[in-house]
T-cell receptor
Framework: NAGVMQNPRHLVRRRGQEARLRCSPM?????VYWYRQLPEEGLKFMVY????????ESGMPKERFSAEFPKEGPSILRIQQVVRGDSAAYFC????????????FGSGTQLSVL | QKEVEQNSGPLSVPEGAIASLNCTYS??????FFWYRQYSGKSPELIMS????GDKEDGRFTAQLNKASQYVSLLIRDSQPSDSATYLC??????????FGQGTTLQVKP
């Protein structure tokens, strides 16, 4: 019973490096969402994707951040030239359908920028 | 005004009591509402969903929705120490994404 799979669980990067976070949705799910969570804060929406399409990227910073969900393979959240303020837990979630569907979350990737 | 607002707490209740968690939202057109539980260092897990005005019960949990007042609540009966966690209210937007409140920390004391 494979749920939403995220890897790596922990990622350490130095300032200026690139971070790549991966997410494989639950079987049968074609909608993927990325959220960021800082300590003691709620989940902040970043981007919503379907296969090969970005549906809503209103929460993505304008620079350095990008996301994709290709036809084959996992969804990727890419952060270029990381800064210390990027340190956070990044959660991926998936759903079977669009709008108003329940989301199921992965275990998250904890990104630490030194 | 935040899109989804919750009191961050902590809310402290004795074991066996009823815990009441509240949430307000700003988008009057919202149709779907969810409560997630998040233990420290873990990912959120879905507890309840509610789509219609009124109450929805599932075991010890009851979700309440009042669209006219733009208000959602979660009641936990017979609270247990294992219920101690952060409870996140989430509202679906018209593009399909879920918008989360900052969460309410619940502490159930033995």
């Amino acid at each position: 019973n494979a749920g939403v799979m995220q890897n790596p669980r922990h990622l350490v990067r130095r300032r200026g490096q690139e971070a790549r976070l991966r997410c494989s949705p639950m079987k049968g799910h074609s909608h993927v969402y990325w959220y960021r969570q800082l300590p003691e804060e709620g989940l902040k929406f970043m981007v919503y994707l379907q296969k090969e399409n970005i549906i809503d990227e209103s929460g993505m910073p304008k620079e350095r951040f990008s996301a994709e969900f290709p036809k084959e393979g996992p969804s990727i959240l890419r952060i270029q030239q990381v800064v210390r303020g990027d340190s956070a837990a990044y959660f991926c979630a998936s759903s079977q359908g669009a709008a108003n569907e329940k989301l199921f979350f992965g275990s998250g990737t904890q990104l630490s920028v030194l | 005004q935040k899109e989804v607002e919750q009191n961050s707490g902590p809310l402290s209740v004795p074991e066996g009591a009823i815990a009441s968690l509240n949430c307000t939202y700003s988008d009057r057109g919202s149709q779907s509402f969810f409560w997630y539980r998040q233990y420290s260092g873990k990912s959120p897990e879905l507890i309840m969903s509610i789509y219609s005005n009124g109450d929805k019960e599932d075991g010890r949990f009851t979700a309440q929705l009042n669209k006219a007042s733009q208000y959602v609540s979660l009641l936990i009966r017979d609270s247990q120490p294992s219920d101690s966690a952060t409870y996140l209210c989430a509202v679906a937007s018209n593009t399909g994404k879920l918008i989360f409140g900052q969460g309410t920390t619940l502490q159930v004391k033995p």
